[in-house]
């Protein structure tokens, strides 16, 4: 029974085309498939779950993402190992991501959570987290 398990997640961002290139690299990376693609729109899905990216119409475009407005603060994904969360981070660098937390990392959620916290194109923070050992 999947009752109570996230089925999507729609969000609208400011660039569709940046959205896509980070997004689409990361999700794949995590194993995640292209879904679905319209004009105006890309999903990615891993099993029963899919994430939706929409392109925010121009007249709304006026007010940024902030993470601690009131709304989403941030996205956390299961990563397969440390090694997998060593591995993305320096792609992450290499690709010119902006990392948060680096004077912590990979212990900036405690002593004993190993995980990356970077930000996508609108700045929404994203988190990798390997499993507890």
């Known amino acids: 029974m999947m009752t109570g398990l996230l089925h999507h997640i729609e969000l609208y961002v400011s660039d569709l085309k940046k959205t896509k290139e980070f997004w689409g690299w990361l999700l794949e990376e ?9 004009e105006s729109g890309q999903s990615w899905k891993i099993e029963n779950t ?5 392109q925010t119409e121009e007249r709304f475009l006026d007010i940024p993402y902030h993470r601690c407005r009131v709304g989403l603060n941030h996205l956390a994904f299961h990563a397969a190992s440390r090694d997998q969360v060593n591995e993305l981070t320096e792609k992450l660098k290499a690709r010119g991501v902006n990392m948060l ?3 912590r990392h990979p212990y900036a959620g405690g002593e004993n959570y190993y995980a990356a916290f970077f930000e996508d194109p609108d700045r929404i923070k ?5 499993p507890s050992e």
């Open 30 to 38: 995590l194993g995640y498939e292209r879904f679905q693609e319209w």
């Open 101 to 103: 937390y680096t004077d």
């Open 126 to 130: 994203v988190e990798l987290v390997a």
């Open 50 to 54: 899919y994430i939706v990216f929409v």
